[in-house]
Nanobody, 122 residues
Framework: QVQLAESGGGLVQAGDSLRLSCAAS?????MGWFRQAPGKERVFVAG????????VYANSALGRFTITRDNAKNTVVLQMKSLKPEDTALYYC??????????????????WGQGTQVTVSS
């Protein structure tokens, strides 16, 4: 069983940066960030495997968000810059101890955090 705890959300203005952090109680192989805006489905944002190489990003995050992980501390960080109002959502950290082929598919993740709210004002 892996427990996840997100932190770092908040209210920022468009163009600002924000850093989300997720601490895991175990050593999941693959970790990812998803987000869910009001009235919309939860969607993939970014994911990273144990090795930390070749992280995967949604098109909306490419070039603006960076996902990294610290295996010694069992944490994953999502650094977000140039935030836009459409980035407003509840951001969830997710993890799995397996090696999923589809890192962007929410169904492959076994463990989820409670979410942290990100609100970007225009």
């Amino acid at each position: 069983q892996v427990q996840l705890a997100e932190s770092g959300g908040g209210l920022v203005q468009a163009g600002d940066s924000l850093r989300l952090s997720c601490a895991a109680s175990g050593r999941p192989h693959t970790m990812g960030w998803f987000r869910q805006a009001p009235g919309k489905e939860r969607v993939f944002v970014a994911g990273i495997r144990w090795s930390g190489s070749t992280p995967v990003y949604a098109n909306s995050a490419l070039g603006r968000f960076t996902i990294t992980r610290d295996n010694a501390k069992n944490t994953v960080v999502l650094q977000m810059k140039s935030l836009k109002p459409e980035d407003t959502a509840l951001y969830y950290c997710a993890a799995t101890q397996s090696y999923p082929a589809s890192i962007y598919d929410s169904r492959v993740y076994d463990f989820w955090g409670q979410g942290t709210q990100v609100t970007v004002s225009s």
